[in-house]
């Protein structure tokens, strides 16, 4: 074959690596040449363990919608009207369809399916800064210390979507974790939100495309201009006789894990499937009203759509950073508004967007028959100190706060665990981030005391809490 090919990518008798993964899905899963040779020979193994150990799964798929900034527990769902001023929560409470369960008079919709969800009243940890206790709630595991300083880095603890992907992918061409719609930091980057030490093949399928945009579509789910499916097969025959050739000089564990990934890029690529999983125009006019045609509204509609279509394992952020002084964007942190008491940006903006779109994709899901095999985590990474300081602001508080839980063999209607009279540290029955992270992969049918390996190839369990029996029915 002549060095001057016509295949663009070809040079001096060779198809790169490197200029292979440029056909046709630039970008396809963030590939690059570091992220397709980061696979290893351990993940078969790890694999073939879990399938050996696995369970029957309560859940198909996990929509994790994560609260960045951390959410007052005392102005959404552990009010503690009772406790004294300055301690109970700024509103009203209000029933909710219930008995006896009360939340916040800004959630009337939520009040409406709380007979759906339960509540973690007594998650705790010690984390106070926002990066530390995000890596946590976003993997499951505590990091090696708290600093607002923490980095991202490989030493670090995988997403959870990760995990699923490396001991229990799908077998087709639709994704095991996608995340959308942000990448999340304060700061720098928040550690926990892709594959870290399992490799790169492992990262989520990252959309930061606006799913309300009015021309919102994934440009790397389609083959470039006058290739079709067919001269895809064709170019991905000559890849893999030039990497066989290269194997006899190059053995790795990263070159033999090339074919596979790129497989499965290439069948993401030709996938109608997969295609129509991302193409929320094709939802009816009035349901996307019904979300609310914001960012973080159709992001939860999308994700009805992807676990619809098989994906595992969803990650939607909330928001991008932990929040400022708009009224219109931003996380659950309020510092910024430290001139009233109210902290306007809940009532304005947090609580009525939490309102319309947590109620609705509940409901969508059990209209559909799709909500006892959807678990739905929602959760940030603490909640408000039980005191408002002198400066009339919140302050962090990772020693009790709630996450709401609902589907995938979750019980219904239901509070496990409780805060002390002022909401300060769990009275009863406390869980961690560990422990949901262990009641995730339970519920998946992955044993949660499986292993993986880390980078010096050290054997760790994917959680190391427990799964959370009480909640589960």
Same mark, same amino acid.
């Given at each position: 074959?002549?060095?001057?090919?016509?295949?663009?990518?070809?040079?001096?008798?060779? =198809?790169?690596?490197?200029?292979?993964?440029?056909?046709?899905?630039?970008?396809?899963?963030? &590939?690059?040449?570091?992220?397709?040779?980061?696979?290893?020979?351990?993940?078969?193994?790890?694999?073939?363990?879990?399938?050996? %150990?696995?369970?029957?799964? %309560?859940?198909?798929?996990?929509?994790?919608?994560?609260?960045?900034?951390?959410?007052?527990?005392?102005?959404?769902?552990?009010?503690?009207?009772?406790?004294?001023?300055?301690?109970?929560?700024?509103?009203?409470?209000?029933?909710?369809?219930?008995?006896?369960?009360?939340?916040?008079?800004?959630?009337?919709?939520?009040?409406?399916?709380?007979?759906?969800?339960?509540?973690?009243?007594?998650?705790?940890?010690?984390?106070?800064?926002?990066?530390?206790?995000?890596?946590?709630?976003?993997?499951?595991?505590?990091?090696?210390?708290?600093? #607002?300083?923490?980095?991202?880095?490989?030493?670090?603890?995988?997403?959870?979507?990760?995990?699923?992907?490396?001991?229990?992918?799908?077998?087709?061409?639709?994704?095991?974790?996608?995340?959308?719609?942000?990448?999340?930091?304060?700061?720098?980057?928040?550690?926990?939100?892709?594959?870290? /030490?399992?490799?790169?093949?492992?990262?989520?399928?990252?959309?930061?495309?606006?799913?309300?945009?009015?021309? /919102?579509?994934?440009?790397?789910?389609?083959?470039?201009?006058?290739?079709? *499916?067919?001269?895809?097969?064709?170019?991905?025959?000559?890849?893999?006789?030039?990497?066989?050739?290269?194997?006899?000089?190059?053995?790795?564990?990263?070159? !033999?894990?090339?074919?596979?990934?790129?497989?499965?890029?290439?069948?993401?690529?030709?996938?109608?499937?997969?295609?129509?999983?991302?193409?929320? *125009?094709?939802?009816?006019? *009035?349901? !996307?009203?019904?979300?609310?045609?914001?960012?973080?509204?159709?992001?939860?509609?999308?994700?009805?759509?992807?676990?619809?279509?098989?994906?595992? /394992?969803?990650?939607?952020?909330?928001?991008?950073?932990?929040?400022?002084?708009?009224?219109?964007?931003?996380?659950?942190?309020?510092?910024?508004?430290?001139?009233?008491?109210? /902290?306007?940006? &809940?009532?304005?903006?947090?609580?009525?967007?939490?309102?319309?779109?947590?109620?609705?994709?509940?409901?969508?899901?059990?209209?559909?028959?799709?909500?006892?095999?959807? =678990?739905?985590?929602?959760?940030?990474?603490?909640?408000?100190?039980? !005191? #408002?300081?002198?400066?009339?602001?919140?302050?962090?508080?990772?020693?009790?706060?709630?996450?709401?839980?609902?589907?995938?063999?979750?019980?219904?209607?239901?509070?496990?665990?409780?805060?002390?009279?002022?909401?300060?540290?769990?009275?009863?029955?406390?869980?961690?981030?560990?422990?949901?992270?262990?009641?995730?992969?339970?519920?998946?049918?992955?044993?949660?005391?499986?292993?993986?390996?880390?980078?010096?190839?050290?054997?760790?369990?994917?959680?190391?809490?427990?799964?959370?029996?009480?909640?589960?029915?």
């Amino acid at each position: 074959m002549s060095k001057n090919h016509a295949c663009p990518e070809y040079r001096a008798g060779r =198809l790169l690596r490197r200029d292979a993964l440029k056909i046709g899905g630039a970008g396809l899963l963030g &590939l690059t040449t570091s992220r397709v040779f980061a696979a290893e020979d351990k993940a078969a193994s790890e694999a073939k363990q879990a399938a050996v %150990k696995r369970i029957a799964p %309560k859940a198909k798929s996990v929509v994790f919608l994560f609260q960045f900034g951390g959410p007052s527990q005392f102005e959404t769902f552990d009010m503690k009207p009772d406790a004294p001023d300055g301690i109970r929560g700024l509103y009203a409470n209000i029933a909710t369809n219930v008995p006896g369960l009360r939340i916040c008079e800004h959630l009337p919709q939520m009040a409406k399916v709380m007979d759906k969800v339960t509540l973690l009243r007594g998650v705790h940890h010690t984390m106070r800064n926002h990066n530390s206790a995000a890596y946590y709630a976003l993997s499951g595991h505590a990091p090696p210390v708290d600093d #607002i300083r923490l980095r991202d880095s490989l030493e670090l603890f995988p997403a959870y979507g990760s995990v699923v992907s490396r001991l229990s992918p799908n077998d087709d061409a639709v994704p095991t974790f996608v995340a959308h719609p942000y990448v999340c930091r304060d700061g720098s980057i928040s550690p926990g939100q892709h594959a870290s /030490f399992l490799g790169k093949a492992f990262d989520p399928l990252l959309v930061t495309t606006d799913p309300n945009s009015p021309d /919102f579509k994934l440009p790397e789910l389609r083959l470039p201009a006058g290739v079709s *499916a067919d001269q895809m097969a064709d170019r991905r025959a000559l890849q893999q006789l030039v990497d066989r050739q290269s194997r006899l000089l190059e053995s790795s564990a990263r070159a !033999r894990g090339l074919d596979e990934y790129y497989d499965r890029a290439l069948g993401m690529l030709t996938s109608t499937r997969v295609a129509e999983a991302f193409d929320i *125009a094709r939802e009816p006019q *009035a349901l !996307r009203e019904r979300y609310g045609r914001t960012t973080y509204g159709q992001s939860c509609l999308l994700a009805r759509r992807l676990v619809e279509s098989g994906v595992k /394992f969803v990650n939607v952020y909330f928001a991008e950073g932990i929040g400022g002084q708009s009224f219109t964007t931003g996380g659950w942190d309020t510092h910024g508004f430290n001139n009233t008491r109210m /902290f306007p940006i &809940l009532e304005k903006y947090q609580l009525p967007l939490t309102d319309q779109v947590l109620p609705t994709f509940l409901n969508d899901l059990d209209d559909r028959g799709l909500l006892d095999e959807t =678990l739905v985590v929602w959760m940030g990474e603490f909640g408000r100190t039980p !005191r #408002i300081n002198a400066s009339i602001s919140r302050d962090h508080w990772p020693g009790c706060y709630t996450v709401l839980l609902a589907g995938g063999g979750i019980k219904r209607g239901y509070v496990h665990g409780a805060s002390d009279k002022n909401g300060a540290i769990p009275s009863r029955e406390p869980a961690t981030p560990d422990d949901i992270a262990a009641t995730m992969f339970h519920l998946l049918g992955i044993p949660y005391d499986t292993e993986v390996h880390d980078a010096g190839n050290r054997p760790l369990p994917i959680a190391a809490g427990r799964p959370i029996y009480g909640a589960i029915a």
